[in-house]
Structures are given as structure tokens and as C-alpha cells.
Nanobody, 127 residues
Framework: EVQLVESGGGVVQAGGSLRLSCAAS????????MGWIRQAPGKEREFLAT????????KYADSVKGRFSVFRDNAKNTLWLQMNNLKPDDAAVYYC????????????????????WGQGTQVTVSS
């Protein structure tokens, strides 16, 4: 059974940083493309970042490019999202998601591409 557990959310001031973690279990982590998606109250889900199964390729939404970084350690079955220069508009529930990769270089830059999701972690940014 695929399990994804996010952690690291919290309250941060605008301009601050947070690092989210996603601990994966129950599947071959290094066969899966991984992503981060968020959803704010009253808004649609928003794709943020993705990493290929081998970690060599990443892609970001324009809204976070240059501020957020996604990286993974396949030996630790863990995915991270480093978030810098946070803005009030970044406040949302952040989800880690996984999808079986067609090849290890493949990235999934749409939220609907993901098959499995974590429970989410709340990020609040105060102005």
C-alpha cells in the first residue's frame, strides 16, 4: 500500500523559509515520479513541483520558480520541498503525490497525473 506522509508545515512570516518532507513507504520509490501540489481555501489545486524517479529532472510552476526547490533521496525514500521567500499567497495545504513513472527521466507536471496522495501539511504565511 502506498503511503505518503508530509511534515514540516507551520506558520512562517512573509519572506521566511520552510522545508517540507514527504516520507514514502509501501512502493518502489525510485520507480515513481514525485510531486508537490497545494490547495488554498476556495481555490483549485495547484501543481508546484515535480521530480523524476531518478531525481535528475525537475519542473516548477511559474508561481514558485526560483523560490522553491524539490529534491529527493531514493535511498531514504524521502522527497523534500524547500520553500524560500514565502509570500502570504503561498498559504495552503501542501500535498506530496506519487505516480508510477514510464521511465526514470519522466516528470509529471499536472496534478491529475498523480495516483497517490498524502494527507497534506498546512503552511500559513503571515504578512
Amino acid at each position: 500500500e502506498v503511503q505518503l506522509v508530509e511534515s514540516g508545515g507551520g506558520v512562517v512570516q512573509a519572506g521566511g523559509s520552510l522545508r517540507l518532507s514527504c516520507a514514502a513507504s509501501g512502493f518502489a520509490f525510485d520507480d515513481y515520479a514525485m510531486g508537490w501540489i497545494r490547495q488554498a481555501p476556495g481555490k483549485e489545486r495547484e501543481f508546484l513541483a515535480t521530480s523524476s524517479a531518478n531525481g535528475d529532472y525537475t519542473k516548477y510552476a511559474d508561481s514558485v520558480k526560483g523560490r522553491f526547490s524539490v529534491f529527493r533521496d531514493n535511498a531514504k525514500n524521502t522527497l523534500w520541498l524547500q520553500m524560500n521567500n514565502l509570500k502570504p499567497d503561498d498559504a495552503a495545504v501542501y500535498y506530496c503525490a506519487a505516480t508510477r513513472a514510464s521511465n526514470r527521466n519522466w516528470i509529471a507536471n499536472r496534478d491529475y497525473a498523480y495516483e497517490s496522495w498524502g494527507q497534506g501539511t498546512q503552511v500559513t504565511v503571515s504578512s
